[in-house]
């Protein structure tokens, strides 16, 4: 595509929200610096990636190896080279292993890079060659709604795909701010499309979002981890008008029966009326009837709840009763309708990483089973065993064996992740982070996380090497653009040479072209021939699977009455898988339970607001907030209604503290009409900019989270309670 | 032939990618300005409330007050597209003179944060108009918001387009160049 001796070269993004869009990147005079979507708006990018440019020649990028000079956490740190750094992290993954044993190395990893190659399972592979590692469990992001789909439909393959929205008559975006969080390049215009294609848009949340925006037909406020009693009560009216698909429920489910005693309070006394649920959501009880009635009379309807109603103490259980109410009015397995859980595509295995992967190998930490620890399962007794749950890896920092951890914690291997900024109680991260005898960070900027190493290995932008990208529809060929600034490395380069100062034979026997020649599943292109890889490599982009009609999950169990993946092999209201783990916070049939940090509690006495923290329309989570020009559309600020801002005399633009028992940050207040009444707001991903007191003044929500799991493993990020005073 | 944009503000949301593709597409520089702005209108009370936004850059007016108001001819309006373009070299400044952002109606001539900063607006991409190509903010708009044409063109394209939408009044004195799919009827 060269043309007077400038190039375009198409390349994709590699950060961690839903989407994974393709894009083209202009070199002129052998810089990389203008950005150009394709042409078909479904693949079109989102604002961030036209801050490449400045993200990728940032002037605070990481581009030599650092060692630690001052204490660890003050951020002081001197240039050293690489034979030093390697030597250094070599000699410190040895001693470690050889003193305590492999488990004491504990390796921190996300999805700050999620490449077919470039990820990190690069790092995986690395420890489990050392010996072992100790790895974290739980998902930051779709826990629950992954837990509970397993436990109704033994598969997270529960979406259908989203061209297929344009069917729908009805769609109720439960918690859904679609349009920001991306799941799925090109879903905000498919959901655009069948706005226009007349279906009515009911949107459930606690903020009025730019979704709500564009697309609402009716916005329903309501509090923050009462989902659950909202959808029991939409089921109650349903049982009772008789507005239930019976044969559906009849011939694909089972245990409908006990979640009806449940519902009609045949088994607590409590009849789960909209009066009752009024009480609990702050939703008004006619709104509650009217919607259950829409919802099983519009048919076909989408009823789609996101990852946001997980992310509360108790969040397996509204995906369970969204399930439900699916199943009652036989929305599974259609066209136009939607299953109600975690939405991913049939035949993947739940991540947008997809088949294929960099293979890590057997971690001689983990009981070898055959294909290791399973990350999709129902009982997480293995994973307790072995490893630590992601709220609670700081904990086990301080605590360890001790604390009934499974190792004590002597070195910290990180990777593609600014955990201390991004997992929940940053406060206490920041003091357990000091206890390990070893840090060392791959990173590109001097995160968080990055401040508190004692090593940090500079790793290269996907700008300067090349990998590929799992879309919903379609795989991206993640170019490479420009030669890597200073000396960084990848993330798999590091690696390779890692494992050779340390004498480990076998990690890898390809180069990186191999290596995604290996993992890249056959690349076709949009009429379904085959192209070579060269021939992807430069158009970019490539389709997988091909098809000419939407996916509709389950389609083959409804039409062809196939069983589904369940022990039972049908959809599992009431499951017995449940009722042998015993759990009470596990119940068999989904029911509403309190959260722990109500409104209810004690403790709102003195934190009377719930706090939700939500995903940054212009950041990934909390890479781009230290670039400018997205720093400046993505301002650190807390949302609060008019109401109670005028009680606490605050006025917008006004420095506020938000603040509780685990922490405080400071940042401005945005006052609105836009939030229910007795919820604020924080944006996830700002950076944790502690003062000598130990307040934020980043903006980061992190600080006041609750490090504890959810009973199916989630992170409660939505179920805290803070005070919020003018600053 | 007179340049035009069309923006349909049902299905904005308010993303900002028009407004850092723009910047980015135009200047390297981390310190530049976009061209292009998405402004937000909140109307209503809890819970009965509603929101729109409008991206807006320089509308290429028929009758531009800019222009009129330039002492130094610096803005001129290309006679084959309607285009109105800024010659930065001529241009006074804003400390110096700054006349153009007071005449504007839509408050819409841009200045850096330097001393005495040029003035800068949208050039509609002319540059890229020549290559067949459509202007970087129509290009990368996901939910294809925006779009351009020649008046008559979107006149054609959008039988119920109007001159008017939230956040938007028309003014017959400069007469812009664009057309609304507007939000509230």
Known sequence: MGDHGNQSIPTACCHDCGGRCPYIVHVEEGKARKVEPYPDPALRPCVKVYAFPQKVHAEDRLLFPLKRTGARGDGKFNRISWEEALREVATQLKRVRDTYGASSILGLTANGAVGYLHSPLVLWRLLNMVGGFTNRWGSASNQAAHWASLVNYGTVGTGNSHDDLVNSRLIILWGWNALETMYGTGTPYYLVKAKEAGAKIIYVDVRFTNTAAVLANQWIPIRPGTDTAMLLSMAYVMIREKLLDEDFLKTYTVGFEYFSNYVLGKEDGITKTPLWAEGITGVKADTIEALAREYSTTKPAALMPAYSIGRTSFGAQPFRAAMTLAAMTGSIGISGGNAAGVGSRPGTSGTLGGPGSFPVGESPSEPVLPGGIKPLVVDHSLHKQYRIHTAMVWDAMLTGKAGGYPADIKMVYIACTDCLNQWSNTNKAAEAIKKPEFVVIHEQFMTPTARFADVILPVNSHWERNDCFRGLDYTAYGNKIIEPLGETKSDFEICCELAEKLGIEGYSDKSEDEWIRNVVPEPRDRAGNILSYDEFQKQGIAFTPIREQPIIAFKEQITDLKPFPTPSGKIEIYSEQLVRMGNPDLPPIPKYIPTWENIDDPLAQKYPFQLVTFHPPRRVHSVFYNIPAINKLEPSVVWINSRDASMKNIRNGDKVKVFNDRGATVLMATVTERIIPGVVAIAEGAWYIPDEHGVDHGGNPNVLTKDAPTPCGGIPYNTVLVQIERS | ?185
């Open chain 2, 1 to 185: 032939m007179q340049t035009s944009f069309y923006f349909d503000q049902t299905r904005c949301s308010g993303c900002y990618a028009c407004v850092l593709a723009c910047q980015s597409w135009h200047s390297d520089s981390s310190e530049a300005i976009s061209w292009r702005e998405v402004l937000t209108f909140e109307k209503g009370t809890f819970p009965d409330v509603s929101v729109a936004f409008l991206s807006l850059s320089c509308c290429h007016c028929l009758h531009p007050a800019c222009l009129e108001v330039c002492p130094v001819g610096a803005i001129s309006k290309r006679e084959s597209d309607g285009i109105v373009i800024v010659d930065t070299d001529v241009c006074l400044g804003k400390d110096e003179c700054g006349k153009c952002k007071v005449a504007c109606p839509y408050d819409i001539p841009k200045f850096g944060g330097e001393n005495n900063a040029k003035m800068q607006m949208c050039d509609f991409c002319f540059e890229r108009l020549e290559k067949g190509q459509k202007p970087i903010c129509v290009m990368v708009c996901p939910l294809e918001a925006l779009n351009f044409g020649s008046t008559e063109e979107l006149k054609n394209k959008y039988k119920n387009a109007t001159r008017e939408t939230e956040g938007f009044v028309h003014d017959p004195q400069v007469s812009a160049s664009i057309l609304f799919n507007p939000k509230y009827n």
